[in-house]
């Protein structure tokens, strides 16, 4: 059996927590934020787990995760 290859981009921003969930950084954190208040700019810096409905699709691009 050939090796799969693992998504690059993906690896780069997902990390496995240690009960085996995939831990990733929540999104719209990066322009106008001018408009986004500071309690929702705070939030958006703490990390959170990947979603159930994703975690098959994700477990396929990360073979050895």
């Not at 001018?34 to 994700?58: E, G, I, W, Y």
């Amino acid at each position: 059996m050939p090796k799969v290859k693992t998504s690059r981009a993906a690896a780069k921003r997902f990390k496995k927590t240690g009960t085996g969930q995939l831990k990733r950084m929540k999104a719209y954190k990066s322009h106008i934020l001018t408009k986004k208040s500071q309690k929702r700019k705070r939030n958006l810096r703490k990390s959170t787990t990947v979603d159930a409905a994703n975690v098959k699709s994700m477990k396929k691009i990360l073979p050895y995760l």
